[in-house]
């Protein structure tokens, strides 16, 4: 099946104003959206739209028709009740991009025992033929607030001569308050390769030409079965909730080295086209992008 795991490597590396840096291991679920009720009816541990030890709850992701803070919704954006596979088709078409029937291959984690916090997840998107056609990085902060970023065919890079993968490469301000420690207009400059046998992505914080931060995240492509799954719940405990208490954990350490921070209501107007936004921001009805 298409669909798999990624056991990965995690490295944030901080260059300014102070030195920072971690690693830790974590893993990933790559699904085939189109896999998922196949999914749901072979692995005991993991389901769909329901609890489980493992569950992949389709309206935690790609969110777009509810409110948003300081930019405008897709014209006719399906709810989130809608199949995910359903509502990344209509984000590309709003933008101009026809998937056609590909196939959408989502980089992700799932709810751990009902729990859920993803800092990213990735969407490969592939037309009818299998070529890559499209990424999305949907970006979350931990005032559960979020705000998807295309790569559309321009950005994608051909596979090299030494068998290097295709990749997806952009950049562009964030305008979006992901850190304490990162100011909302900081660039974000993304690698992703299109995921195979390995996972390989790197994400840059850029302010003007200088590069403040780099975020790696490695892996080695492994099958989705009962028992790697229950293994991996016995070797990775409550992730989830790990990720999130690492967070805290470094921005900690950063406030401890006097890196300076921004206040999450500091400069809203710079904040934009965020979804599910926090009662520090306002919040109105998207609108219309058409």
């Known amino acids: 099946m298409p669909s798999c795991l990624y056991e990965c490597h995690v490295m944030h590396q901080r260059f300014t104003p102070a030195s920072h840096r971690f690693l830790y291991r ?16 072979r692995l005991p541990l993991f389901s769909v739209d329901r609890p489980n030890l493992f569950s992949f709850r389709q309206s935690d992701y790609l969110r777009l028709d509810g409110p948003v803070h300081n930019g405008a919704s897709q014209a006719a954006a399906p709810g989130s009740t809608a199949p995910l596979k359903q509502r990344v088709e209509s984000f590309l078409r709003s933008r101009g991009i026809e998937l056609d029937g590909g196939k959408v291959t989502l980089v992700t984690l799932p709810r751990i025992l009902g729990h859920i916090f993803n800092p990213v997840s990735f969407y490969f ?60 207009d900081v660039a974000f400059d993304f690698h992703l390769r299109v995921p195979g046998p390995a996972l390989a992505i790197q994400i840059d914080d850029y302010a003007g030409k200088k590069r403040t931060l780099t975020s790696t995240l490695t892996g080695k492509r492994e099958i ?56 520090s921001l306002p919040s109105s009805p998207p609108r219309s992008s058409s």
């Open 26 to 41: 974590i893993f990933l679920f790559g699904l085939d959206l189109d896999e998922l009720p196949e999914l749901d009816r």
């Open 224 to 279: 989705l079965s009962n028992g790697r799954l229950a293994w991996y719940l016995l070797k990775y405990p409550l992730l989830s909730l790990r990720i999130l208490g690492l967070i805290h954990w470094h921005a900690l350490r950063l406030w401890l080295k006097k890196v300076p921070w921004f206040a999450k209501t500091a400069r809203p107007d710079d904040q934009r086209d965020v979804h599910q936004p926090h009662s």
């Open 125 to 184: 998107c592939h037309d009818r033929h299998g070529a890559p056609l499209a990424a999305i990085a949907e970006v979350t902060n931990t005032f559960r607030e979020s705000k998807p970023f295309l790569l559309g065919p321009d950005r994608l890079v051909p596979p090299g001569t030494a068998g290097t993968p295709a990749a997806f490469r952009h950049r562009e301000p964030k305008f979006f308050y992901v850190s304490p420690f990162s100011d909302v």
